[in-house]
T-cell receptor, first 112, second 116 residues
Framework: GNSVTQMEGPVTLSEEAFLTINCTYT??????LFWYVQYPGEGLQLLLK?????DKGSNKGFEATYRKETTSFHLEKGSVQVSDSAVYFC???????????FGTGTKLQVIP | DTGVSQDPRHKITKRGQNVTFRCDPI?????LYWYRQTLGQGPEFLTY????????KSRLLSDRFSAERPKGSFSTLEIQRTEQGDSAMYLC??????????????FGPGTRLTVL
């Protein structure tokens, strides 16, 4: 079956530090890959996506590249802000209309 | 606000009681999904509808759980004879049929259920 493994948190960084959250996946075929973010007290929001190998998704300074050879989709940001503090979920769907399979989430805390 | 809405936002009940949650999707979205999220975990798929048809159910959805979407608009999720293990956040998401390789699911704020 499909699965997503992401690094455990919490991750605590100082403001302006570099962020990497690792994510690897197992899936048949060619899944679409996502990063969702959940800010405190809010619902899940799609942060970025990539639908085929070597695609780079980007949004709000965050980036992730779909690496089929390593089955990875690591999230990066060059300079984090306090407002980036949230829980980040790596996820996949094998097809556009099917259920999303999520990782367990990584909590990021950015301190001033 | 035209996003996905869920009601109630919080529900506290005693073990053995029945509870019902409602989800109102984005108006033009024909697909509706239910997920369950327990503390420290990612959301887990429960079931999904295309219009009023329930097309897939997870094995997590025991016979105490039932979901409906009678007119292809809002949906309800009912849990009968609640157990403490049902305590979780219940998330609803909706999407629209697309021709591409994926279609984004938009999530509601969730209903947090606590079973005492």
């Amino acid at each position: 079956g499909n699965s997503v493994t992401q690094m455990e948190g919490p991750v605590t960084l100082s403001e302006e530090a570099f962020l990497t959250i690792n994510c690897t996946y197992t899936a048949t075929g060619y899944p679409s890959l996502f990063w969702y973010v959940q800010y405190p007290g809010e619902g899940l929001q799609l942060l970025l996506k990539a639908t085929k190998a070597d695609d780079k998704g980007s949004n709000k300074g965050f980036e992730a590249t779909y690496r089929k050879e390593t089955t990875s989709f690591h999230l990066e940001k060059g300079s984090v802000q306090v407002s980036d503090s949230a829980v980040y979920f790596c996820a996949l769907t094998p097809g556009g209309y099917q259920k999303v399979t999520f990782g367990t989430g990584t909590k990021l805390q950015v301190i001033p | 606000d035209t996003g996905v809405s869920q009601d109630p936002r919080h529900k506290i009940t005693k073990r053995g009681q029945n509870v019902t949650f409602r989800c109102d999707p984005i108006s033009e979205h024909n697909r509706l999904y239910w997920y369950r999220q327990t503390l420290g975990q990612g959301p887990e798929f429960l079931t999904y509808f295309q219009n009023e048809a329930q097309l897939e159910k997870s094995r997590l959805l025991s016979d105490r759980f039932s979901a409906e979407r009678p007119k292809g608009s809002f949906s309800t999720l009912e849990i009968q004879r609640t157990e403490q293990g049902d305590s979780a956040m219940y998330l609803c998401a909706s999407s629209v049929t697309g021709t591409g390789t994926y279609n984004e699911q938009f999530f509601g704020p969730g209903t947090r259920l606590t079973v005492l």
